[in-house]
């Protein structure tokens, strides 16, 4: 794992590997000094099926396939990213120390703050110089579990796993990435980015010096279409169909039954952000930008925007003006592009 190094394209480029609980999203862009293109996106659903989680991984690797089929590309060097209850993003300080100490004193450091088995987990980090005397950082542990898990994945559908990051990062590089030079972004407050994907949504900020805030989150969008079913005694794809083909709503007021089923969500978010504010080093967050395949769904952003007491949108990575997407992925850019925000956060990263 790592975070922020420089971004390449040539014979280093990567596709970025977005593997969810429902679905598949892959990127591959191209960098120059107008800014990113897009060289290939594409996504896929993973189908649904009843049977073994032996079965679900067979279903994950091969929409892995399908999805790399419709990309176009050729490189098969993937950088894949894992969030969840076995990823934890955490500061550290320590007293001025050499840097062929640091990783053993970061090591302890995550033994002591993650709830991981220290024999059972990837650590990596990132130092952040602040023109204090003492070292500070960024440290990043996840199972090691999660991280083979993703990278077996990878392997089975034909590709290479050559990094691995975390998604909350991803999401900040990502902005940080397409925001790098456009007059219109604010570089004296926090970017705050909520992603909603499927079984889980991640929580990114980032303070206007530089430090990164990642929460997770054990609770998304299926949880909240399962709790939609519930209260009006109908299928789970009726709601689906409901919340994102624009199928008409049934008899029940999908308002209504969006925002009860979402108050868990809602509560989650509110108290992370109120966490955040009240630390020391923190500014406030009056802007937060949602993505992830669940920021797609009808009425969702517009009640975030009543119930959080804070400025939401619905953010595409892709519409800024920093991105140029040919005719091959426009539609796909303009559809899905807060579904592929991750992705596309994965694909800034680089082999060396």
Not at 227 to 251: C, H, M, P
Request: net charge neutral; hydrophobic share 45%.
């Amino acid at each position: 794992m790592g975070w922020k190094r420089t971004l390449h394209f040539g014979k280093d480029t990567v596709l970025g590997l977005d593997i969810g609980s429902s679905a598949v999203k892959m990127v591959v862009l191209g960098k120059s000094k107008a800014g990113y293109s897009v060289a290939g996106a594409s996504t896929a659903r993973i189908a649904v099926d009843d049977k073994s989680n032996g079965d679900r991984r067979k279903r994950s690797v091969e929409a892995i396939r399908q999805c790399f089929a419709r990309m176009g590309v050729k490189t098969k060097c993937a950088v894949c990213g894992v969030s969840g209850q076995d990823v934890a993003v955490r500061d550290f300080e320590f007293a001025p120390m050499p840097d062929a100490e640091i990783a053993a004193a970061v090591s302890l450091e995550a033994s002591q703050v993650c709830p991981f088995n220290v024999t059972d987990m990837a650590v990596d980090y990132q130092v952040i110089p602040d023109g204090d005397a003492r070292t500070k950082g960024v440290l990043v542990a996840a199972t090691n579990a999660v991280v083979t898990g993703k990278t077996q994945l990878a392997r089975q559908a034909g590709l290479k796993c050559v990094l691995t990051d975390v998604d909350g990062l991803a999401l900040l590089n990502c902005h940080d990435g397409l925001a790098e030079g456009n007059e219109t972004s604010a570089t004296n407050r926090s970017v705050a980015i909520l992603n909603v994907g499927a079984s889980h949504t991640t929580l990114a900020i980032m303070d206007h010096n530089g430090w990164p805030f990642i929460r997770d989150m054990n609770h998304g969008g299926d949880d909240v279409i399962t709790q939609i079913a519930a209260l009006n005694d109908t299928s789970i794809e009726t709601v689906t169909g409901a919340l994102f083909d624009g199928v008409a709503a049934v008899e029940w007021s999908l308002r209504d039954s969006l925002e009860k089923a979402c108050r868990k969500l809602i509560a989650d978010v509110a108290g992370t952000l109120r966490y955040y504010a009240a630390q020391a080093k923190s500014t406030d967050v009056d802007r937060l930008l949602v993505c992830g395949g669940f920021a797609l769904a009808e009425g969702f952003v517009e009640l975030l925007n009543r119930r959080l007491g804070t400025e939401v949108v619905l953010w595409n990575p892709f519409d800024s003006p920093r991105t140029k997407t040919g005719r091959r992925c426009e539609a796909i850019c303009a559809e899905a592009g807060p579904a592929l925000a991750v992705a596309a956060g994965l694909a800034m990263r680089s082999m060396t």
